[in-house]
């Protein structure tokens, strides 16, 4: 089935060298966020928080770097989707910043040991 975008959609397909439920882990487990979630130098993800089900909340405090200076600013939102280990869809707000509320979707699909999203 063709993924319908809009305007405004940004789709990227990746393929990744582990399990659908491995990869749904990463993404879904504050412990895991705060090890993976980041780019040395840039950003660090300090704290975690998921509350894995349609309606509960997630955000995650991070510090990053901007023009020398060093930031520490929040990122949340809402979980809509929760069907593990092969959707997610969560609302993306940065704190103090004046973009709309951004909707993120992972489609999960694995073969022979590899997921696409």
């Not at 990463?26 to 660090?44: D, S, V, Y």
């Amino acid at each position: 089935m063709p993924i319908m975008v809009q305007e405004d959609t940004i789709v990227q397909e990746v393929v990744i060298h582990a399990t659908a439920e491995r990869i749904f882990r990463a993404l879904t487990r504050p412990q895991e966020l705060l090890q993976w979630w980041g780019a040395e130098g840039k950003f660090q993800v300090l704290e975690a928080e998921c509350d894995l089900q349609p309606g509960g909340k997630w955000r995650m405090r991070v510090a990053g770097r901007c023009a020398m200076e060093s930031a520490v600013s929040m990122v949340y939102g809402e979980y809509r989707d929760v069907k593990p280990p092969r959707l997610l869809t969560y609302t993306w707000i940065r704190e103090n910043e004046n973009w709309p509320e951004t909707m993120v979707r992972w489609d999960l699909k694995e073969a022979n040991g590899c997921t696409n999203r």
